[in-house]
């Protein structure tokens, strides 16, 4: 098992890597009022504030989790203040 060590640990810098790439093109969707992503979304668009329409709930909580764990491996903050609830 030791001989994988290097190749485990060069995956999951890669899988990190690209999901902090992923993450910057999602940010842009959760620009909108409220912050909740618009339903349909074209990576690379802005929705200028948008109202986000119907939601999901299970959508917006699979995000909120997604987006805080990623803040949480890459300890960068901007992905957990994106998604955190606004009152």
């Known amino acids: ?6 190749y485990t640990t060069l995956f999951r ?6 999901a902090i ?3 910057d093109w999602i940010l842009p969707a959760l620009g909108t009022e409220y912050g909740l992503a618009v339903g349909r979304y074209t990576l690379g668009s ?20 997604e987006f805080t ?12 203040e994106a998604v955190r609830c606004r009152a």
Do not use: H, W
């Open 21 to 23: 790439e992923l993450g």
């Open 1 to 6: 098992l030791d001989t994988l060590f290097p």
């Open 69 to 80: 764990r990623l803040s949480m491996l890459c300890g960068d903050n901007v992905y957990y």
């Open 46 to 65: 802005n929705p200028e504030g948008k109202n986000a329409g119907r939601q999901i709930l299970s959508e917006v909580g699979s995000l909120t989790l």
């Open 13 to 18: 810098s890669l899988m990190l890597e690209r």
